[in-house]
């Protein structure tokens, strides 16, 4: 990461569809997959699946601050997600396809925690999605890297309508600048 660029980690269920949608948007600079927020070092997509690690299938976005900002770039996300389900999106269960806002830059909490404010006032059900420091993450091994690219029919909880949205999206106020 440069001093343009800023990241920020989301878990928003199988990481296929998730970092596939985020490199589209006009400004995300960089994505890859992994493992965030568990309690096993360097674990594998089995050992998350079936042995509880804690870790969330995660997406690593780089983005550029000067064509997207934080706060509509977590708008897209709560695009696509359900921010009141827990421990699952689309078709996909388990505490691994949970969501989560990981943060690296303590600056940002206030921005993510107005957005998460702003959201729940939308919802009568109380929001499901967890914001914490990031305290690991770990890289995907390199079959999931850019799955959806590699496999154009793989299985994703998102819907072709988003990606096209994705390709599209245009921060209102940095559009201004």
């Not at 993510?112 to 729940?120: A, N, V």
Request: with cysteine.
């Amino acid at each position: 990461m440069n001093k343009e660029t800023k990241e920020i980690y989301l878990a928003g269920g199988c990481f296929w569809g998730t970092e596939k949608y985020f490199s589209l948007i006009p400004g995300v600079a960089k994505t890859d997959v992994g493992y965030a927020n568990g309690e096993t070092e360097n674990p594998s997509y089995e050992e998350v699946c079936h042995r509880d690690t804690g870790h969330a299938e995660t997406v690593h976005v780089v983005y550029d601050p000067a064509i997207i900002r934080l706060e509509y770039l977590l708008t897209l996300y709560y695009n696509v997600i359900d921010p009141t389900s827990l421990n699952r999106q689309g078709g996909d269960e388990g505490t691994q396809y949970r969501t989560g806002i990981y943060y690296v830059d303590t600056n940002d909490v206030d921005i993510i925690k107005d957005s998460i404010k702003e959201l729940q006032s939308s919802y009568k059900e109380q929001l499901a999605i967890e914001v914490l420091p990031l305290s690991n993450y770990y890289l995907a091994e390199e079959y999931h890297q850019k799955y959806l690219d590699k496999n154009i029919h793989g299985y994703c909880h998102i819907g072709q309508d988003k990606f096209k949205e994705a390709i599209l999206a245009k921060d209102p106020i940095q559009s201004k600048i």
